[in-house]
Nanobody, 125 residues
Framework: QVQLVESGGGLVQAGGSLRLSCAASGLTFSSYCMGWFRQAPGKEREFVAAISRSGSLRYYADSVKDRFTISRDNAKNTVYLQTSGLKPEDTAVYYC??????????????????WGQGTQVTVSS
């Protein structure tokens, strides 16, 4: 069965960095566009970043543009989210998701087929 397992979350000071990882299994990883979403308490799940199947195309929410970088290593079946300049408003549970669509860069959570359980990122002021 398909599994997506996030790791790398934790508590970090404002201005700090974290690298989140999402290890996939049970699917042909290179056939999926991958995305990162986040959800803060009391808020809807929001798009953070997405990456095409080959990794050549990357997409970002305006709120994280120039601070976060999405990447993937298809040989390791892993997608990453490198964060920097973290702000308290970045505090959320971060989820990775897989999208089999031929259209990359989808921003709606409804378009993704598989989801991980999430990893908590907490940014202190």
């Amino acid at each position: 069965q398909v599994q997506l397992v996030e790791s790398g979350g934790g508590l970090v000071q404002a201005g700090g960095s974290l690298r989140l990882s999402c290890a996939a299994s049970g699917l042909t990883f290179s056939s999926y566009c991958m995305g990162w979403f986040r959800q803060a308490p009391g808020k809807e799940r929001e798009f953070v970043a997405a990456i095409s199947r080959s990794g050549s195309l990357r997409y970002y929410a305006d709120s994280v543009k120039d601070r976060f970088t999405i990447s993937r290593d298809n040989a390791k079946n892993t997608v990453y989210l490198q964060t920097s300049g973290l702000k308290p408003e970045d505090t959320a549970v971060y989820y990775c998701a897989a999208d089999r669509s031929a259209v990359s860069g989808r921003r709606s959570a409804l378009d993704y087929d598989y989801w991980g359980q999430g990893t908590q990122v907490t940014v202190s002021s």
